[in-house]
């Protein structure tokens, strides 16, 4: 039997993987990437989630086509369901085209993304048929 940390995921209409969080003891939504360098969250959720940011803005690269202007942050406390995931330094990006589609397709949207930088760091495994995530 695993001991470690567990969170449940859930499967969006689009076949997408989600979890339910806290940054900064506010709720939220993320999108589990394994493709994605870096954990992010949308811009336009800065002061939601009390994220300060850190340093100059710089161009990122994504799943897009162009360059998209982002900002790294502060570590912020990052809860994942009832896991305390530690802190976490987040990149700041417009996600709206991301919502835009998703919910043209009949899914809600998400407030940002779980990345490989804290996939790796927490050495997480997902188990897709039970829809957990160990830490």
Not at 4 to 16: A, D, E, F, N, Y
Not at 48 to 62: I, Y
Request: proline share 1%; hydrophobic share 40%; net charge positive.
């Amino acid at each position: 039997m695993n001991t470690r940390p567990s969170v449940s995921l859930q499967i969006t209409k689009t076949r997408h993987i989600i979890c339910k969080a806290h940054i900064n003891g506010v709720a939220c939504q993320l999108l589990l990437d394994t493709g994605a360098s870096s954990s992010c969250i949308h811009s336009k959720l800065q002061e939601q989630f009390k994220l300060r940011s850190k340093g100059d803005p710089f161009d990122a690269a994504g799943a897009s086509k162009g360059k998209m202007e982002a900002i790294l942050t502060r570590k912020s406390k990052l809860q994942l369901g009832r896991h305390e995931a530690g802190k976490l330094s987040f990149v700041l990006l417009d996600l709206t085209h991301i919502n835009s589609t998703l919910s043209s397709q009949g899914a809600s949207a998400i407030d940002g993304i779980i990345g490989a930088d804290f996939l790796k760091k927490n050495k997480a495994v997902i188990d897709y048929r039970m829809r957990k995530l160990w830490l």
